[in-house]
């Protein structure tokens, strides 16, 4: 059974830090490209950060230079997220896309992310 487990969010004040995890099952996750994507009420679900297979990472220009993902040899994605904003709220999911040719696609159920002041 693919799944993606997405734990780390929480509350924080403007500017302060948080680091989110993922943790896979179910593909193979040597092979796969994941993702982290975030969607603030009535809003569309937008791609935050992606890392191939081989480390690559690439941003959203919102989060170039805050944001830092990375992933483990232990099935694990992390998000560490910096300098947080209130544009930053949202729930957090994390993607895989999987199997020949990215075919195929899992998320997780979400973390909450709040940033206030």
């Known amino acids: 059974q693919v799944q993606l487990v997405e734990s780390g969010g929480g509350s924080v004040q403007i500017g302060g830090s948080l680091i989110l995890s993922c943790v896979a099952s179910?593909?193979?996750?040597?092979?796969?490209?994941i993702g982290w994507f975030r969607q603030a009420p009535n809003t569309e679900r937008t791609l935050v950060a992606t890392?191939?297979?081989?480390?690559?990472p690439t941003y959203a220009d919102s989060v170039q230079g805050r944001f830092t993902i990375s992933r483990d040899n232990d099935n694990m994605i992390y998000l560490q997220m910096n300098n947080l904003k209130p544009s930053d709220t949202a729930t957090y999911f994390c993607?895989?896309?999987?199997?020949?040719?990215?075919?195929?696609?899992?998320w997780g159920q979400g973390t909450q992310v709040t940033v206030s002041s």
């Open positions: 993607n895989a896309r999987y199997g020949a040719g990215g075919s195929f696609s899992a």
């Open positions: 890392i191939t297979r081989d480390g690559t």
């Open positions: 179910g593909f193979a996750f040597d092979d796969s490209v």
